[in-house]
C-alpha cells in the first residue's frame, strides 16, 4: 500500500486527518471530541481502533482538544515536543502515551520518515509536518512525500523549504484580510492576532508562498483551516488563481470548514 489521507475536519472547531500506510494509521491532530472523531473515521471507513498514533502541531483545542476523551484508547501512542506534551498532559485526566521529539528532527516511525519544523504561531512549540513514505531505491515503492503546514502568521525559509520537493502539500489559508478587518464580531485585538507574525496566513500570504516555492512534483495542494467568517472559498480560489495556472498538474482543492475529503492516494 502506498500512502494516502484525509482530511477528516480542518477550521475553528477542529482539525484532524488520517494518514494511512502499509504499515501505519496516524492521526495528525485530534481537535475534535473522540466520539466526533469515530464518526469521521466510521464515515471512511476506519476506526479509532485501528489508528496507531496521534501527531500533535500544537496544543490549541482546535487541534489536540479530543486528546482527553482518547483516554478509552491507551494503546495510542502520542507524538509531540516537550513543550506541547506538557501543555496537553496539564489538562488531561490521564497519562497518555507520549512519545516526545525535539523539534526540527527526523525520526522514523514503522514505515514513515517523519521530519519536524518549527513554525511562527502563538503556541507553546508549534510544528510542520513533513511525512515520507518509500525508499529511491526501491522502484516498486518510490519515495511519497506529503507536507503539512497549517497555523503560522508567516513562513520564514526552512518553511520554504519544506514545501519543496512534495508530492501534497496541506497549507492553511486562513482569512481574506478585507473580510477580517471588516467583521464586526472581532475586537482590534483579535484582529491584530489573527493577522500578525504569530497568528494565521491570509489568502494573499499564502499566494506569495506557493508561488515563491512551486515545484513541478507537486501533484496536490490542500488550502485549509478557513475561517468561518472572515473567508470564502470563493475568496482563496481568487487569490490562488495565478498560481494555479503555473502549476497545470497539480490538483488544487480548497478545503471549506468541517468538510471532510476523500481519500488522496499518493501512489
Given at each position: 500500500?502506498?500512502?494516502?489521507?484525509?482530511?477528516?475536519?480542518?477550521?475553528?472547531?477542529?482539525?484532524?486527518?488520517?494518514?494511512?500506510?502499509?504499515?501505519?494509521r496516524?492521526?495528525?491532530?485530534?481537535?475534535?471530541?473522540?466520539?466526533?472523531?469515530?464518526?469521521?473515521?466510521?464515515?471512511?471507513?476506519?476506526?479509532?481502533?485501528?489508528?496507531?498514533?496521534?501527531?500533535?502541531?500544537?496544543e490549541?483545542?482546535?487541534?489536540?482538544?479530543?486528546?482527553?476523551?482518547?483516554?478509552?484508547?491507551?494503546?495510542?501512542?502520542?507524538?509531540?515536543?516537550?513543550?506541547?506534551?506538557?501543555?496537553?498532559?496539564?489538562?488531561?485526566?490521564?497519562?497518555?502515551?507520549?512519545?516526545?521529539?525535539e523539534t526540527?528532527s527526523?525520526?522514523?516511525?514503522?514505515?514513515?520518515?517523519?521530519?519536524?519544523?518549527?513554525?511562527?504561531?502563538?503556541?507553546?512549540?508549534?510544528?510542520?509536518?513533513?511525512?515520507?513514505?518509500?525508499?529511491?531505491?526501491?522502484?516498486a515503492?518510490?519515495?511519497?512525500?506529503?507536507a503539512?503546514?497549517?497555523?503560522?502568521?508567516?513562513?520564514?525559509?526552512?518553511?520554504?523549504?519544506?514545501?519543496?520537493?512534495?508530492?501534497?502539500?496541506?497549507?492553511?489559508?486562513?482569512?481574506?484580510?478585507?473580510l477580517?478587518?471588516?467583521?464586526?464580531?472581532?475586537?482590534?485585538?483579535?484582529?491584530?492576532?489573527?493577522?500578525?507574525?504569530?497568528?494565521?496566513?491570509?489568502?494573499?500570504?499564502?499566494?506569495?508562498?506557493?508561488?515563491?516555492?512551486?515545484?513541478?512534483?507537486?501533484?496536490?495542494?490542500?488550502?485549509?483551516?478557513?475561517?468561518?467568517?472572515?473567508?470564502?472559498?470563493?475568496?482563496?480560489?481568487?487569490?490562488?488563481?495565478?498560481?494555479?495556472?503555473?502549476?497545470?498538474?497539480?490538483?488544487?482543492a480548497?478545503?471549506?470548514?468541517?468538510?471532510?475529503?476523500?481519500?488522496?492516494d499518493?501512489?
Amino acid at each position: 500500500m502506498a500512502m494516502r489521507f484525509t482530511i477528516l475536519g480542518s477550521g475553528s472547531a477542529g482539525n484532524a486527518a488520517l494518514l494511512v500506510t502499509a504499515e501505519a494509521r496516524v492521526l495528525i491532530d485530534a481537535g475534535f471530541s473522540a466520539r466526533r472523531l469515530g464518526q469521521l473515521l466510521a464515515a471512511q471507513g476506519e476506526s479509532l481502533e485501528r489508528v496507531d498514533a496521534v501527531f500533535l502541531t500544537h496544543e490549541h483545542g482546535d487541534h489536540a482538544g479530543g486528546l482527553d476523551g482518547l483516554r478509552r484508547h491507551p494503546h495510542l501512542q502520542v507524538f509531540a515536543n516537550h513543550a506541547t506534551s506538557r501543555a496537553v498532559q496539564a489538562g488531561l485526566s490521564w497519562a497518555a502515551g507520549w512519545q516526545l521529539f525535539e523539534t526540527g528532527s527526523r525520526f522514523r516511525y514503522r514505515d514513515l520518515e517523519v521530519e519536524t519544523f518549527a513554525v511562527p504561531h502563538d503556541a507553546q512549540d508549534p510544528v510542520a509536518f513533513r511525512f515520507t513514505h518509500g525508499r529511491a531505491d526501491d522502484p516498486a515503492a518510490p519515495p511519497r512525500t506529503l507536507a503539512w503546514l497549517t497555523d503560522l502568521g508567516h513562513a520564514p525559509l526552512n518553511l520554504r523549504q519544506c514545501l519543496r520537493d512534495c508530492d501534497a502539500v496541506v497549507v492553511e489559508s486562513n482569512h481574506c484580510p478585507h473580510l477580517l478587518q471588516a467583521d464586526p464580531r472581532r475586537p482590534w485585538a483579535l484582529k491584530q492576532r489573527i493577522s500578525g507574525r504569530h497568528g494565521h496566513l491570509s489568502n494573499d500570504a499564502v499566494r506569495e508562498l506557493l508561488a515563491d516555492v512551486a515545484s513541478p512534483r507537486w501533484r496536490h495542494v490542500f488550502l485549509t483551516h478557513l475561517s468561518r467568517d472572515c473567508n470564502t472559498p470563493a475568496a482563496v480560489e481568487a487569490a490562488l488563481a495565478d498560481v494555479r495556472a503555473t502549476l497545470p498538474a497539480c490538483a488544487f482543492a480548497v478545503v471549506p470548514p468541517g468538510v471532510t475529503t476523500p481519500w488522496c492516494d499518493l501512489g
